[in-house]
Nanobody, 119 residues
Framework: QVQLVESGGGLVQAGGSLRLSCAASGRIVSMNVMGWYRQYPGKQRDLVASIRTGGTTNYVDSVKGRFTISRDNAKDTVYLQMNSLKPEDAAVYYC?????????????WGQGTQVTVSS
């Protein structure tokens, strides 16, 4: 089973930036849809960004224009560049491989990475 390891979270002031990384233990990044989720305390994980094999990206409205998802196929790593961070972006962020049609997570979750945004 492929494992996913997220990193790059931390404490940042509102308006600041962070870049999250998700390293996969297998060669899945180049051949699959990959996505970033976030989870607020006591809530379910919600998909916030995805990148398809052809490079097409999708974002939820709340992060459009501020977040950018990208990938490095050679490193089997997916990134989430987060700019202009807002307090409401504070959450635990996870990545996963998505079903190509239904956009549902296909792998076991990693440990996630905590993002904290101070106002």
């Amino acid at each position: 089973q492929v494992q996913l390891v997220e990193s790059g979270g931390g404490l940042v002031q509102a308006g600041g930036s962070l870049r999250l990384s998700c390293a996969a233990s297998g060669r899945i990044v180049s051949m699959n849809v990959m996505g970033w989720y976030r989870q607020y305390p006591g809530k379910q994980r919600d998909l916030v960004a995805s990148i398809r094999t052809g490079g097409t990206t999708n974002y939820v409205d709340s992060v459009k224009g501020r977040f950018t998802i990208s990938r490095d196929n050679a490193k089997d790593t997916v990134y989430l560049q987060m700019n202009s961070l807002k307090p409401e972006d504070a959450a635990v962020y996870y990545c996963n491989m998505l079903h190509p049609v239904y956009d549902r997570p296909q792998l076991s979750w990693g440990q996630g990475t905590q993002v904290t945004v101070s106002s």
